[in-house]
């Protein structure tokens, strides 16, 4: 029987869904609602660069060309390579593009039929004869509608695009307030690199957050108007942000990415032995993480400027929250174009913005939030169903409900890959397509709901505890290889990938160790 499945989004996450999906000879359909594949590589800033050193980003069976020989490829040059990945494989005649879906819709049991499955979908399996999806998609060119039935649906629609997150303030206290012009970092990527430079020019600005999005707009403001009207950064809490990845010259990952490093960590469904001896090497992950705390002080002069954070840098890559510094960008707020200024709370004015507890705003004529995305939002709004849209996203107090990351159990023949972070995206988006692939090719099957919603929980407790105050919700943090432990035994895999019980235990996990043997 011919089984067809709908992949929603051509980023990163569509692309390797669609290969491995094709691998198993599913029938297949992509929707894209942009004009080409990318998804955040797409159209982004001037000054954009790979956050990942290179090797932790590479497909399996495409790697980088031996031109790029930067370790932190530019935007341009990534993009071309996922360009060049997709026109390889000849994966865009599947393609269907300015299709945006608006909605999907689940048909093959009441929302009391479903509560009472104790199995996914009722009976464990990722299709059923009777259950379907219907997707309402809009042809943005040609301004039409039309419905696509299918047995499968995989969401890779990403959580930093498209829906962008605006802190809420007190009524009059917004930005109606204020006389400027406020916008989001998002609409200022949208902006060609000329019309960005000339918007800003002469301009007074503030941005809005500590990431990278933040720090890269902050230094193009600081080289247009330079000292004369430096570029306010407004920041919540400090952040070890990295100058490299390097600490002291040794490689992050023999510190965060070996099987020796993850025995240094309580992890979601240790047993007692890995539980003690997580608690008795504690001393030497805290000393991992002031090894890299050291480094970064010294290398960014963090004392000069009072920007020592006040957490740990493991809670920080626990809760996937690093990003790298650009280069320069201390120099600069030495010199005088780009201004740091703490502000956890704050609210708009006529002039500007005003910090909370103080009296003088700060007066700018244009602020930019870079203050993330409703990931979130964007998943949740894309269901027909009340009943899906509630429980997509679980508690928000709690990390989102997906088993291994990309199937929540309440939601039947339904994947989600890509919402969940780690700190290589396109690795752990691989890993987990491969894993999808394997379920819908009937290789193993999902446990009982209960069991799913446990081992949920499980992770919860893991990132409450790793992450502390700066928990973020649906990351992985510093937990690939065991992560990746489990998907390798439910595909019936060697997890072990390395040669050698040295290999095994010190050397980093890269992508291709996990390359078919």
């Given at each position: 029987?011919?089984?067809?499945?709908?992949?929603?989004?051509?980023?990163?996450?569509?692309?390797?869904?669609?290969?491995y999906?094709?691998?198993?000879?599913?029938?297949?359909?992509?929707?894209?609602?942009?004009?080409?594949?990318?998804?955040?590589?797409?159209?982004?800033?001037?000054?954009?660069k790979?956050?990942?050193?290179?090797p932790?980003?590479?497909?399996?069976?495409?790697?980088?060309?031996?031109s790029?020989?930067?370790?932190?490829?530019?935007?341009?040059?990534?993009?071309?390579?996922?360009?060049?990945?997709?026109h390889?494989?000849?994966?865009?005649?599947?393609?269907?593009?300015?299709?945006?879906?608006?909605?999907i819709?689940?048909?093959?049991?009441?929302?009391?039929?479903?509560?009472a499955?104790?199995?996914?979908g009722?009976?464990?399996e990722p299709?059923?004869?009777?259950?379907?999806?219907?997707l309402?998609?809009?042809?943005?060119?040609?301004?039409?509608?039309?419905?696509?039935?299918?047995?499968?649906?995989?969401?890779?629609?990403?959580?930093?695009?498209?829906?962008?997150?605006?802190?809420?303030?007190?009524?009059?206290?917004?930005?109606?307030?204020?006389?400027?012009k406020v916008?989001?970092?998002?609409?200022?990527?949208?902006?060609?690199?000329?019309?960005?430079?000339?918007?800003?020019?002469?301009?007074?600005?503030?941005?809005v957050?500590?990431?990278?999005?933040?720090?890269d707009?902050?230094?193009e403001?600081?080289?247009v108007?330079?000292?004369?009207?430096?570029c306010?950064?407004?920041?919540?809490?400090?952040?070890?942000?990295?100058?490299?990845?390097?600490?002291?010259?040794?490689?992050?990952?023999?510190?965060?990415?070996?099987?020796?490093?993850?025995?240094?960590?309580?992890?979601?469904?240790?047993?007692?032995?890995?539980?003690?001896?997580?608690?008795?090497?504690?001393?030497?992950?805290?000393?991992?993480?002031?090894?890299?705390?050291?480094?970064?002080?010294?290398?960014?002069?963090?004392?000069?400027?009072?920007?020592?954070?006040?957490?740990?840098?493991?809670?920080?890559?626990?809760?996937?929250?690093?990003?790298?510094?650009?280069?320069?960008?201390?120099?600069?707020?030495?010199?005088?174009?780009?201004?740091?200024?703490?502000?956890?709370?704050?609210?708009?004015?006529?002039?500007?913005?005003l910090v909370?507890?103080?009296?003088?705003?700060?007066e700018?004529?244009?602020?930019?939030?870079?203050?993330?995305?409703n990931?979130?939002?964007?998943?949740k709004?894309?269901?027909?169903?009340?009943?899906?849209?509630?429980?997509?996203?679980?508690?928000?107090?709690?990390?989102?409900?997906?088993?291994?990351?990309?199937?929540?159990?309440?939601?039947?023949?339904?994947?989600?890959?890509?919402?969940?972070?780690?700190i290589?995206?396109?690795?752990?988006?691989?890993?987990?397509?491969?894993?999808?692939?394997?379920?819908?090719?009937?290789?193993?099957?999902?446990?009982?709901?209960?069991?799913?919603?446990?081992?949920?929980?499980?992770?919860?407790?893991?990132?409450k505890?790793?992450?502390g105050?700066y928990?973020?919700?649906?990351?992985?943090?510093?937990?690939?290889?065991?992560?990746n432990?489990?998907?390798?035994?439910?595909m019936?895999?060697?997890?072990?990938?390395?040669?050698?019980?040295?290999?095994?235990?010190?050397?980093?996990y890269?992508?291709s160790?996990?390359?078919?043997?």
């Amino acid at each position: 029987m011919e089984r067809k499945v709908a992949i929603v989004g051509a980023g990163i996450s569509g692309l390797l869904a669609c290969k491995y999906t094709l691998s198993k000879g599913f029938t297949l359909v992509v929707f894209e609602a942009r004009s080409s594949i990318g998804g955040v590589w797409r159209k982004t800033l001037e000054t954009t660069k790979l956050q990942t050193p290179k090797p932790f980003y590479q497909f399996l069976d495409f790697p980088w060309p031996s031109s790029v020989k930067e370790e932190f490829p530019n935007q341009f040059q990534v993009l071309d390579y996922l360009q060049s990945y997709a026109h390889h494989f000849d994966w865009l005649r599947h393609l269907k593009f300015n299709s945006k879906v608006v909605r999907i819709e689940y048909e093959g049991g009441s929302d009391e039929e479903m509560q009472a499955w104790e199995m996914w979908g009722g009976n464990g399996e990722p299709f059923s004869c009777k259950g379907k999806w219907n997707l309402t998609v809009n042809d943005t060119q040609l301004l039409s509608t039309e419905v696509y039935q299918v047995d499968f649906v995989i969401l890779c629609v990403g959580r930093f695009t498209d829906v962008p997150n605006i802190p809420e303030f007190p009524p009059g206290k917004g930005p109606e307030a204020f006389h400027g012009k406020v916008l989001h970092s998002m609409e200022y990527s949208a902006m060609d690199f000329a019309s960005a430079a000339e918007f800003i020019k002469g301009k007074r600005i503030a941005v809005v957050g500590f990431q990278k999005h933040a720090l890269d707009i902050s230094m193009e403001c600081s080289a247009v108007n330079g000292e004369k009207n430096p570029c306010r950064v407004l920041y919540k809490t400090e952040h070890w942000n990295v100058p490299d990845y390097e600490p002291w010259g040794l490689p992050l990952a023999y510190l965060y990415f070996s099987r020796f490093s993850e025995l240094l960590l309580h992890k979601p469904g240790e047993g007692f032995f890995l539980s003690l001896l997580a608690t008795i090497l504690s001393p030497v992950r805290w000393g991992f993480s002031k090894w890299v705390e050291s480094h970064i002080r010294r290398k960014l002069s963090l004392e000069k400027f009072g920007m020592v954070p006040k957490h740990s840098f493991l809670k920080e890559i626990s809760a996937c929250l690093i990003s790298t510094v650009p280069e320069g960008f201390y120099d600069r707020v030495e010199k005088g174009s780009i201004v740091l200024k703490k502000a956890p709370k704050f609210s708009f004015c006529q002039k500007g913005i005003l910090v909370d507890g103080e009296n003088t705003p700060v007066e700018t004529d244009l602020v930019i939030m870079a203050t993330g995305f409703n990931g979130e939002k964007k998943l949740k709004d894309i269901f027909a169903s009340s009943n899906f849209q509630d429980c997509i996203l679980g508690s928000p107090t709690a990390s989102v409900p997906f088993y291994r990351e990309c199937i929540n159990p309440r939601i039947p023949q339904l994947a989600i890959i890509g919402f969940s972070e780690s700190i290589s995206n396109l690795y752990t988006s691989e890993m987990r397509c491969r894993w999808l692939a394997e379920l819908l090719d009937g290789t193993f099957k999902l446990p009982s709901i209960k069991e799913m919603e446990k081992d949920a929980e499980k992770w919860d407790k893991y990132m409450k505890q790793s992450s502390g105050v700066y928990y973020r919700r649906s990351c992985i943090g510093v937990l690939h290889i065991w992560y990746n432990d489990q998907l390798c035994k439910d595909m019936g895999w060697n997890p072990k990938r390395k040669k050698g019980f040295f290999a095994e235990l010190f050397e980093p996990y890269v992508p291709s160790d996990y390359c078919p043997s």
